[in-house]
């Protein structure tokens, strides 16, 4: 795999700092999606109502715009 030139993850880290710095990443992402979890679903929400793949001309039943 080869690497990109400006990439942010330093390419000379052990074995170890790259576990530690993933269960990090990891950790942050956890407490991230927990702390906002309302707001991400919310806006899953909104977002898979948008149409429908079958029909993506018409719009949800909830869109002020379909009536």
């Not at 790259?18 to 269960?23: G, K, N, S, Y």
């Not at 702390?35 to 149409?51: E, G, P």
């Amino acid at each position: 795999m080869s690497r990109r030139r400006n990439s942010p993850f330093p390419d000379c880290l052990s074995d170890e700092a790259a576990v530690a710095l993933c269960d990090f990443l990891y950790q942050l992402a956890t407490a991230c999606e927990s702390h906002y979890l309302v707001q991400l679903r919310r806006h899953h929400d909104r977002q898979t109502n948008l149409y429908d793949p079958e029909e993506p001309w018409r719009f949800p039943p909830s869109d002020p715009r379909s009536r």
